[in-house]
């Protein structure tokens, strides 16, 4: 019933240029967002090659899979400075570039120094992606259309979950060709295909309304008074330290449940390549399909979860339902053979993911509109350590122990005190400002 409302109020004009750019603009950031999952994760695919080909342990791999992290979280507000100063063409493009080029030259690595140090630097250059094409959709689109073009884009993370194990796997199986190990081939072509990528998205992406060669006069001046109302909204909004907020009950709650998904999220994506090979016998590419499925499920799920919630008062409950298949997937993963191990690891990225879907809308309605805005960035800057943590955990355990059980009881344990955390979560009201300040201060994938 709200949509013939919203398009008497909204302006023909309006709905056109936003209509443009989502032709225009979206298919490219997808293209990039699912490019940008699949060079931050393929570590994953290549344990075993890094060890015995540069002498990687466990608790390296780990630590330098964890070490992303790190460099992204100390530059990520930098980059977002510094894309508002140069606009998003010029600064979402040098983005994907340096990254590329980073990607690349990880096939040159011959130490564990070498890892350590790349991996650092891919978190830097990648620092500010995401964040900064939600940013860009602030100065593109008003708040109306920005909740549609948010959910596009996220769904190219949804996305790249699913492809990356069957490319990368493919790149895998050119081992030996032109005397390169496999690995190499595949960091040194999917680095080169960011690079293709990102230069093309140079002829594409258009920084300012004004320019943008295919809005009429009309289309300009209607989008730009749009999102220049929207800007003065917000600009009125209450500012609060970050300082302050990380004594907030509701924000450090939030920050503990987050940083428990994130710690499941994040040793799921980095060592689920290697439990799927202890089933034994498997080539590279039958590794990233059979790695494929746990996210397939997923993504199945998280959708219908979002479905049937949308629009419920209270989804504390469901987002409790959805930690402990979380918490029992990866407690199940500890018993049994690989296939059963493989079956409970698909449980557990299915509760995750759903939890994931359930968690942002349950923060929009669990803080106040004065501490929204600050208060969401603060629980996704901390809560996203968890994928420093996550991966470092569990290479050190595996070296130490000689398995990964140790890290799947951690990440059972950290689902289970998220339960508790939630529970302890209040409700206030959902507004339309939290919901808008959602795609803008957070960074799911």
Known sequence: MSEPVLASVIPEAERRAV????????????LMLLVNQMDRTNVGFVQDELRADVGVSATAYGLGAGLFFIGYALFE?????????????????????????????????????MFYGLRFLLGVAEAGFFPGVLLYFTQWLPDSSRGRASAIFLGGSATAYIVTGPITGALLELHGVGGFAGWRWMFALEGLLSIVVGVVAGFFLVSRIEDAPWLTREEKDALGAAVARDEEARSRAPKVSRLRLLFHKQVALLTMVFFAMALTGYAITFWLPSLVEEIGGLSSFQVGLLSAIPWICAVIAMYTVSHFTDGTPDRRPYLALALVLSALGTFLATLGSPWFGLAAITLAAVGGKCAATLFWPMAQSGLDLKVAAPGLAVVNSIGNLGGFVSPTLFGYLKDTTGTTNGGLYTLSAASLLAVIGVALIRRTGTTRATADVTSEATGVK
């Open 19 to 30: 209509g443009k750019f989502l032709r225009r603009m979206l298919p490219i950031l997808v």
């Open 77 to 113: 507000v930098p980059s977002n400075m510094l894309l508002e100063r140069f606009g998003a063409r010029v600064w979402l493009t040098r983005i994907m570039i340096t990254w590329g080029a980073v990607i690349v030259a990880m096939c040159f690595i011959h130490n564990v120094w």
